[in-house]
């Protein structure tokens, strides 16, 4: 499985941006499929992740981000509402099948105060 990520950015604080992680070479609608985020000098730190319909976040950002995907597309999608300066980092997102873990590249998103 290849994972692209896109749509990150920069936005002011209190803007929106929408992440998207195509996936080829398979269909991962079975899969679980979520994003990290890796600040500046901090570990990777894990954001939301989906599986089937179910949804689970970081309580950092539940309730501002939503985690959806399109099987048609083979793509899942991170809407981040109210973004502040500590939603700054790379966001990687991943495809998770059994005991095998795939990671895109990281995608950029910048929140200016």
């Known amino acids: 499985v290849q994972l692209q990520a896109s749509g990150g950015g920069t936005v002011q604080a209190g803007g929106s941006l929408r992440l998207s992680c195509a996936a080829s070479?398979?269909?991962?609608?079975?899969?679980?499929m979520g994003w990290f985020r890796q600040a500046p000098g901090k570990e990777r730190e894990f954001v939301a992740f989906i599986r089937f319909d179910q949804t689970y976040y970081a309580a950092a950002v539940k309730g501002r981000f939503t985690i959806s995907r399109d099987n048609a597309k083979n793509t899942v999608l991170l809407q981040m509402n109210n973004l502040k300066a500590d939603d700054t980092a790379v966001y990687y997102c991943?495809?998770?099948?059994?005991?095998?873990?795939?990671w895109g590249q990281g995608t950029l998103v910048t929140v200016s105060s």
């Open positions: 070479g398979r269909s991962v609608g079975r899969d679980v």
């Open positions: 991943y495809a998770f099948w059994r005991t095998v873990q795939y």
